[in-house]
Structure formats: C-alpha cells, structure tokens
C-alpha cells in the first residue's frame, strides 16, 4: 500500500482502563498527526473494552468501510490481551503461532521465557510481519488492520513503521479565520458558502467572548483559497485573524 | 431515570474536526469522570464525521444496547450541526420545532434573532427538555440519548445536569499495585488470579523501567480485595507500591 496510500482509515482503541478513566487516551492525537501528514482522512474512531466480540465486531464493521484500519491495545502477554483473537475472528481465521517472531522471541527472552511470552508470536493466519527499525518487535497487519500498541511509548515508536505503511499522500489545504460575530450571526453566510463550494468543507467552532473560529478544508487547495476569500468577503469587518 | 440509574453508556462525539485533529477531543475525560462516580459504566466510545447517516447509524447502534448514550457536538445553528436530524432519523422521527425553546431563543436573542438561532429550538419529535440550572438552553433528550453541546466550556456546565439524570450508582471499588516484574513474568499468576475471581476485572499496564500496574475493578468490594490479597500474596515481593 505503499505510493498514493489508503485514503481513508478508521481507529480502534481497546482498553477497559480508557473506558473506565483509570488510564487517559493518550495515542489518538499522535496518530491522527501522522495520518494527516500523509494525506489519510481518518473517518471513525473506536473505543471499546476487551473483549474478542467486541473487538470482532468493530474491526469486521471498520475493514470493511475503510481502507486502512489502526488498532491500539490488547497485545501484550497477559489474559486481558485479547486483541489478535479479535481480529482472527473479524477474519474468520484461526489464531496460530508465527515462526518468526517466536525465534525473535526465544532469541530476545533467552532464559527468562515464559508460555506469556510466547503468546507474543501468535498472529491471526495470514498476518504479515512489516519489519521495525526501532528494535522492537515487527508490527503484525492482518488484510488492512494494523495491530498497534496500547503502551504509548510503544505506540509512538511504531508510528514511524506505519507512516512507511501508510504514507505517500498529501495533506488537505485548510484555512482558518475567526470571526467577531456570535455564530447564529454568520450561519446564513457559512452556510450559502458551504453550498456554492461542495467540495470543501466548512467547520464553525464557537470561542468565547462572541468570537467563532471557522475553518476551511479540501483536497483542491484553489478551491479552499476561493472559498476562504468569499468567506472573507462576504464578512468583511469581522475577520478578525486569517 | 433517578435513582438506581442507567448502568452502562456509550458517548458518540460527532465532529470533523477532532478527527481531522484540529481540534483536541476535550469532553471524554470530564464525561468519564462525571459517569465513574455515579456508578455508570462507560462501554463504548465512537468517534464520527458531521454526516446524518453516521450519527443516526451510531445512535441507533448504540441507544439499542445501552442504558444511556450521551452524544457531544453538532447541536449549533450553523449547516455542520446534524446531530438533530441524525437522531431523529435514528429513531425514525421527524425535527419538530419546540415551542418552549423557541420561547425562550426569542426571549434571549431579541432583536438580534435570526433564521439560524431558530434553528437551535428543533429537536427530534418527542424529545424531553431537561432544566439547566446555568442559565444555558435546557439540556435536550431523546428516549436515552443525551445531545450534549460539543464546546468544551458548554459541555462541562451541562455535566451537572447530565449528573442529576443519571445519577444516584456506586463507583465501582478498584485496588491498584505495581510489579517490579517483566510483564511476561506474572501473566500466568494474573490469569489464574482472574479466572479464580471472574466477578472482578484485573488489568495489567507495563510501565517503563520493567514495572507493571495491575488494576483490580468490580461492584463487590470484598470481592476486590481478596483478589488483590491473593495477588499480593502470589507475586510476594515484587509488589512495589499499593
């Protein structure tokens, strides 16, 4: 998928301890950074608990509607790991053991490998290995599902395996302005613009003390800077930053 | 629903801008909080594009399977505010607009009323208002879902009115410890542990420098504790901190 990229990507996020506030989201912001950068709209998020139906479920629904699909979570060694068997199921494929991460395993645990540890080099069939250079374990990709981990010093780390991945596109034009207006003020305005210039998209972000921070966004940058003037136009004295 | 309360829910932020990551996602951890303490169960977060058809499918998906679901963002007047019509069309109602809250938008804007912040009084048919005590609009609901505004200042002052709905659960009873251990090296004795007490979740979250924090959760406080005594008791000496 290397060249244009995917163009569309979903997130699954699996964690009890997100869920239930013991432990803050803390990878969404790092990824969606990334997938900016090279030009993959991410489309849908996911936070949900660990459990293999769960994780199925959502997986199955994301696979099949985007074109890349990022989880974070649930690989690790211990019982509350249930990641790979989620998405063997989404799948429909068994869960089995890759030969080559259990020799990298073996090779890096020596005398302190346990059965946990082992469970590492357990892969939905048909996975691939996309190697890492940060020496870590490779990231394993299963179709379009690329298992992240939870661990955000890891997950930061694998960004870089998954931009090579990923990557090759090129980031939406965007303008932004903020207007001295209360927002019911300028919605007529925004939204006349909105519907001469269908392939933009215009966001209206409320501030305080009556100002509204309005955005403009698109693949096609002339049509971002046609509608961001018309914009400005037509609201005249009240732009009051580009 | 006072008293006793919903026990689970599920949050649907709807916004392109968190997913075009522009915008920081602000309200999940406020939420979080606010359902901890009250003894509601978060179980699934969907972040989604300002679309009708996505907000209706997510709603739909969600009002069906959990007590309560709290949405956040796209109530505004402007043409990027469709979580009105995507909730209506979840439950296949129609957008009525709401003589109490018209009352009330024309007492408030006066002279400066406009066409969009008439806008801001349609609802989903058969919606209940719910009184604000922060002399913002009332708090609108539809059957179970909660259509929270999406700034985070606006949103943090409904809070208290989502509290006072939803209210009236016990926070579930949570007993934490880190390990001076790999990871690898205790995930047998947590999975026994867990299996041993299935009415309490134990979760397992490396830490850098080889330490684990184990996080043992559920309703039955007596329960937590002898799981956490037995886990103490097992992994012996490595237990750093409580």
Chains 1, 2 share one sequence.
Not at 76 to 94: I, K, N
Not at 217 to 241: F, H, I, K, P
Request: glycine share 8%.
């Amino acid at each position: 998928m290397a060249g244009e990229g995917p163009r569309t990507a979903a997130a699954v996020v699996i964690g009890d301890e997100i869920l239930s506030g013991k432990v803050a989201e803390a990878n969404l912001g790092p990824l969606i950074a990334v997938l900016r950068e090279e030009g993959v709209r991410l489309q849908r998020v996911a936070i949900i608990p660990d459990e293999v139906d769960a994780i199925a479920a959502e997986v199955a629904h994301c696979a099949a509607r985007h074109d890349a699909v990022i989880t974070s979570g649930g690989i690790g060694p211990t019982h509350d790991d249930l990641t790979v068997p989620g998405v063997a199921r989404a799948f429909a494929v068994e869960v089995v053991r890759d030969e080559r991460l259990e020799s990298l395993i073996r090779t890096w645990w020596q005398d302190r490998l346990t059965d946990a540890a082992l469970r590492l080099a357990d892969v939905p069939a048909g996975s691939r290995l996309l190697a890492a250079d940060d020496a870590l374990l490779p990231l394993v990709a299963m179709r379009n599902v690329y298992l992240m981990p939870g661990v955000p010093h890891l997950f930061r780390r694998k960004l870089e395996t998954l931009r090579r991945e990923l990557g090759g596109g090129r980031p939406p034009a965007v303008q932004t302005m903020t207007i001295a207006a209360e927002e019911t003020a300028i919605a007529a305005v925004l939204s006349a613009v909105a519907a001469a210039f269908p392939q933009v998209k215009i966001g209206s972000y409320p501030r305080k003390r009556c100002r509204v921070w309005v955005t403009v966004e698109g693949t096609d940058a002339g049509a971002v800077a046609e509608a961001s003037e018309e914009l400005a136009r037509q609201l005249g004295g009240r732009v009051t930053t580009a």
